[in-house]
């Protein structure tokens, strides 16, 4: 089976019953249907999924939210596939390092392997985690192998209602 995606591919996620949309775009994928996707929360398209162009000058920084979870909502068709933009370089868009807290132990979590491999976690200390990106609650890295992409629908539905600019109706691309 051909997957409809590849590392640079943008796409589309409908919320709230497909009355708006989420963009993403894949930033690592594997030869399954493993990906890591970058989403940009603070640009809700409502009533009409975005258009490629919407993606123009988008860059890692941008993302509000990277998760790890599988492909199948492109596959299926539920997620948009908007295409590509340019040359896409892996280089653009560094995994992060991330913090997570457990059982009152303070870990930063890094992806030294790749994204789709067992993160290495180390102790750090309270200051350190405090100015590192979270990665407990519903961005929780273990949670994406369990139970996959359709999760994602559910964490992003909560996550858009969430955020401040959600409310506006719309939300300009830069």
Known sequence: MKKPYRQGTWFAVPIDGGSAFVLGVVARCNRSIRILPFFFLDRIFHGQPPALEDAIGLEATDASWIANT???????GEWLVLGELGDWSVDDWPLPVFRHEYEGKYQRVVFADGPFKRPH???ISQQEWATMP?????ARWEHYTEFGWRTI???LSERVTDHPESSAG???VR
């Open 134 to 138: 979270d990665c407990s609650g519903p």
């Open 121 to 123: 976690v180390e102790e």
């Open 170 to 172: 719309s939300t300009s």
């Open 153 to 155: 629908h559910l964490n």
């Open 70 to 76: 599988g492909g199948q909502g492109m596959i299926e």
